[in-house]
């Protein structure tokens, strides 16, 4: 993340899903790899510009301190969806 982060317009981020995984070693090892948190937001490392966004529900990949980010398109992005 940290190697393109600086140069990414929209981040869509989803959870390492555990029924993929014939393994559960596997997935445990890699479930948190990756997560968004405001130090890896930070000034200097993304753009003011980034659109964060995410399918919910989240299981650990975004830090909740980030849904105070206005990049945060998230919880705007659940309120357009198509319930069904």
């Given at each position: 993340?940290e190697?393109?982060?600086a140069e990414?317009?929209?981040l869509y981020?989803?959870?390492?899903q ?6 559960p070693?596997?997935y445990?090892?890699l ?13 200097g490392?993304s ?5 964060i966004?995410h ?5 650990g ?5 980030v ?5 945060a398109?998230?919880?705007r992005?659940?309120?357009?969806g198509m319930?069904?």
């Amino acid at each position: 993340l940290e190697d393109v982060i600086a140069e990414t317009d929209v981040l869509y981020v989803t959870r390492v899903q555990k029924e993929r995984f014939s393994d559960p070693e596997e997935y445990e090892a890699l479930k948190l790899r990756y997560v968004v948190t405001p130090e890896s937001l930070a000034e200097g490392n993304s753009k003011d510009s980034l659109v964060i966004m995410h399918p919910l529900p989240r299981v650990g990949e975004i830090d909740p301190r980030v849904d105070e980010d206005p990049r945060a398109a998230y919880f705007r992005q659940m309120e357009n969806g198509m319930f069904v």
